[in-house]
């Protein structure tokens, strides 16, 4: 009985990390190290599909799903440079999932936060912010867990026609009321470069990673539920004027543990406004 017990445990909380993992992570997914120009806004849509067939186990081996998991993300970002080298964001996502039996839509969780650089042309820059669980987590429409703030040092290296971007981080939640579920701590590393083959013009491939460490059920530690993901993404963006860009990219998982086996598109629009 007790096994029994510890395995619907286990399959709980398995559930409740692939329904929010993805090939996709709304703070940092296609962040720079670049701030905004004092009295400078920018917005920027973002239309993600992803699709998986099957998932990695806690052994990294894939297994089918019994029906594809499907989920559109429509990410707004809005982003203000209040002084100089300093602006503060916000990111409000529109989600639709479906598992082959139930689809659920709404808005997901609201990522709050600032970015301030440190050194000269983007060579350094750190990122705050605040996870606000506006999701419903029991729909998957959230991140796991509830309250959270991430942490993140951003780099961004110009050599000619090739562009450098990195990041590394880290993120912690609190248990979400209605699940009770908190996920273990976060990290991350996420590393892309890009080509210019014109001034409006490039080409970029880039890597993902996440790990995150075994979590907890009603308080109590939950082993094997510890999850990562390995993604990559390639694509171009293409720029209209000084303000206004488009970028479209093929993201898929490369390997992971307890996570969905994603494939997709992501498409985003940028425009940038001097007030």
């Given at each position: 009985?007790?096994?029994?017990?510890?395995?619907?445990?286990?399959?709980?909380?398995?559930?409740?990390?692939?329904?929010?993992?993805?090939?996709?992570?709304?703070?940092?997914?296609?962040?720079?190290?670049?701030?905004?120009?004092?009295?400078?806004?920018?917005?920027?849509?973002?239309?993600?599909?992803?699709n998986a067939s099957d998932v990695y186990d806690i052994d990294g081996k894939k297994q089918s799903l019994d029906n594809d998991a499907t989920q559109y993300r429509i990410p707004i970002v809005g982003r203000y440079g209040i002084i100089q080298?300093?602006?503060?964001?916000?990111?409000?996502?529109?989600?639709?999932?479906?598992?082959g039996?139930?689809?659920?839509?709404?808005?997901?969780?609201?990522?709050?936060?600032?970015?301030?650089?440190?050194?000269?042309?983007?060579?350094?820059?750190?990122?705050?912010?605040?996870?606000?669980?506006?999701g419903d987590d029991k729909k998957g429409l959230g991140n796991p867990g509830g309250f959270g703030v991430d942490f993140g040092v951003l780099s961004q290296k110009i050599l000619g026609k090739v562009m450098l971007d990195g990041q590394v981080g880290v993120r912690w939640n609190g248990?979400?009321?209605?699940?009770?579920?908190?996920?273990?701590?976060?990290?991350y590393v996420d590393g892309e470069a890009a080509y210019n083959f014109t001034e409006v013009f490039r080409a970029q491939v880039g890597l993902e990673y996440f790990n995150f460490g075994d979590g907890e059920l009603n308080g109590k530690s939950a082993s094997d539920t510890m999850s990562d993901w390995l993604d990559i993404n390639v694509g171009a963006r293409y720029r209209f004027t000084e303000s206004k860009a488009v970028r479209a990219d093929l993201i898929s998982s490369l390997t992971g543990t307890n996570t969905n086996v994603n494939m997709g598109v992501m498409i985003s629009f940028v425009s940038i406004f001097d007030f």
């Open positions: 009985m007790k096994r029994f017990f510890a395995l619907t445990v286990v399959v709980i909380c398995l559930m409740l990390i692939s329904a929010s993992s993805m090939a996709y992570d709304g703070l940092v997914t296609d962040d720079k190290a670049v701030i905004r120009a004092e009295g400078y806004v920018s917005a920027r849509a973002t239309f993600v599909y992803l080298d300093l602006e503060v964001f916000a990111i409000v996502p529109f989600v639709s999932t479906d598992d039996n139930t689809t659920e839509a709404g808005i997901g969780d609201v990522w709050l936060g600032a970015k301030y650089s440190v050194l000269s042309e983007n060579l350094l820059t750190l990122r705050a912010a605040l996870d606000v669980p506006a248990e979400d009321s209605d699940t009770k579920w908190t996920p273990g701590p976060g990290i």
